[in-house]
């Protein structure tokens, strides 16, 4: 009994110091935002976090593990709704949107800039692989003879690629990239269009 209590408050301060640091983190940045103010976010002690992590760098890794667990989630609700391969790629273009357009998109920059190869393959190694992710859709859509120019794991290479650069786009002065500010971004239509009739 009294163990049970024990994890229960230790599990909810691990989730109050999770909490804390996400929001910190997006609304500054990893390098701009002490340990000791998460833990004064999260309404603990100074030395708080040290119990929960080893520093700040595996605080920001379960904060990320956890981020990519939910995204992941909300993939796989949209995409079981989803009935042809086209359907699937918009609903996996409209999350990614979504996604790179909160805090969380910002909060990803710091994981390139900032993160050690060791977190950052801590946090691989942790999280399934987009494309891992996405081949199953693929897979389904070829035996059902909805494209058939390349094998399923040539078209998930593409299609991700194609994503990555959208997501990239799409986060910053689509003017720059595209030299007229007047057209705008293709919409996810357009470019569902082109990876289907490429695959």
Known sequence: MLNERVQDETSEGRERLMEA??????ERSFVDVPIHEIAEAAGMTRSAPYYHFRNKEDLYAAVMKRQFALIFTEMS????????????LLAIITVVTEMSRTPFG????????????GIQRSIMSETIRPSEFFLPVFERA??????????????????????VGYREISTKEAALFQGDPDRGLPSPDDLVDFILRGI
């Not at 910002?106 to 190869?117: A, G, L, P, Y």
């Open 77 to 88: 609700e949209r995409l079981a709704a989803a009935t042809t391969l086209r359907e699937s």
């Open 106 to 117: 910002r909060f990803m920059n710091d994981f390139r800039q900032h993160m050690s190869e």
């Open 21 to 26: 640091a996400l929001e910190l983190f997006t």
């Open 142 to 163: 070829y035996a059902a003879g909805e494209f058939q120019r390349v094998p399923p794991q040539v078209a998930v290479q593409y299609f991700f690629m194609a994503l």
